[in-house]
């Protein structure tokens, strides 16, 4: 975990001395856009110009590549992917140097691809290379213009649900649209109390540095998951509009990782997503998916927090569990995928 200042990467932990103990996530940097349509504003959306950096440890990265596979653009846009185990120079491309006897290549990890660098930051110092702030995934890199298009996962995924439509059936999906015009604002509210409460969420309790901020941040989690399970009861088992959006795949990258992982190293042990059925039933529904089950990496999940956070967890130990996935009810149908 560091920072970029004036383009020079420092190993740098969140400063929550200076918050009263709270953890306050930095906004992203890089914000243009890729054109919804042919000739719209925005960059155009041409098939191998844009390239994703990601983690598969990552729920913020985690949603792009279910967009790049559920929208099939898997041929349009190219991957790197990151090492999960996260040292001192951040998220790297290979092993980190304090893996030691570990320093081997990670499964899944592939280096990178368009430039051979050792680590993300070094990426960020070529878009800007007086860049001050955090380094972290998704990246979208504009191959032509040799710069970062955006690093704002919610920006991304609403690109890929248009953007690359009209060069369907080549690339595209235009039968699957993830957040239709007509359930925006819907879906746009229950994002808002979604990643407040519950993405974001987590990470205000794991990273709380006093009692009061993490008590703060985690009764409201729990009363946001209670919310999203009424919700899930109410409408057919979605959060909007009876079908799968947006709004369910935001949650369920959280609550894929959350028994796994923010239910112990985190701290938010109230209960286990297991003991809501709603959510368990969306959570094994949606990995009932193929396109969705192979985004999911467990090892790089479990790897990436429970070896990287030091200041939480400075054996680094990485636990085996929980070793069942959530198991779908054969009544609850698929979602549709076209």
């Not at 899930?232 to 949650?251: C, F, I, K, S």
Request: net charge negative.
């Amino acid at each position: 975990m560091g920072v970029m200042i004036d383009g020079v990467w420092h190993d740098r932990w969140y400063d929550t001395a200076k918050t009263g103990g709270r953890f306050e996530r930095e906004a992203s940097h890089f914000r243009d856009r890729l054109a919804i349509e042919p000739g719209g504003e925005g960059l155009p959306a041409e098939p191998g110009r844009y390239h994703l950096y990601v983690s598969l440890a990552c729920p913020w990265a985690h949603r792009t590549l279910i967009w790049r596979r559920l929208k099939r653009l898997e041929g349009a846009i190219s991957v790197s992917v990151v090492d999960p185990r996260m040292g001192g120079a951040g998220w790297t491309f290979g092993a980190p140097a304090e893996a030691g006897d570990e320093a081997v290549p990670f499964a899944g990890a592939t280096g990178d691809a368009l430039f051979g660098n050792r680590a993300l930051h070094e990426v960020y110092a070529r878009a800007n290379p007086s860049y001050s702030g955090r380094v972290t995934v998704p990246v979208l890199w504009d191959r032509l213009r040799g710069t970062i298009v955006n690093n704002e996962s919610a920006e991304i995924v609403r690109m890929f649900d248009h953007a690359f439509d009209h060069l369907a059936p080549k690339h595209g999906n235009p039968g699957l649209i993830l957040c239709p015009d007509e359930l925006r604002d819907e879906i746009d509210a229950v994002n808002a109390d979604v990643y407040d409460r519950i993405n974001n969420g987590v990470y205000k309790a794991g990273f709380a540095t006093t009692q009061a901020a993490y008590e703060a941040a985690v009764v409201p989690l729990f009363e946001a998951l209670d919310r999203m399970e009424a919700r899930l009861a109410d409408g057919q088992g979605w959060l909007v509009g009876g079908r799968m959006t947006e709004a369910d795949l935001r949650l369920f990258t959280t609550l894929v990782r959350f028994d796994p992982v923010y239910h112990g190293h985190f701290k938010c042990n109230l209960r286990r997503i297991a003991d809501y059925p709603m959510l368990t039933a969306l959570t094994a529904r949606l990995l009932a998916v193929p396109a969705i089950r192979e985004t999911v990496d467990d090892a790089h999940i479990r790897w990436h927090y429970y070896w990287s956070h030091t200041t939480i967890n400075p054996t680094r130990v990485v636990p085996l569990g929980p070793a069942e996935p959530p198991r779908l009810d054969p009544s609850w149908p698929a979602p549709a995928l076209d």
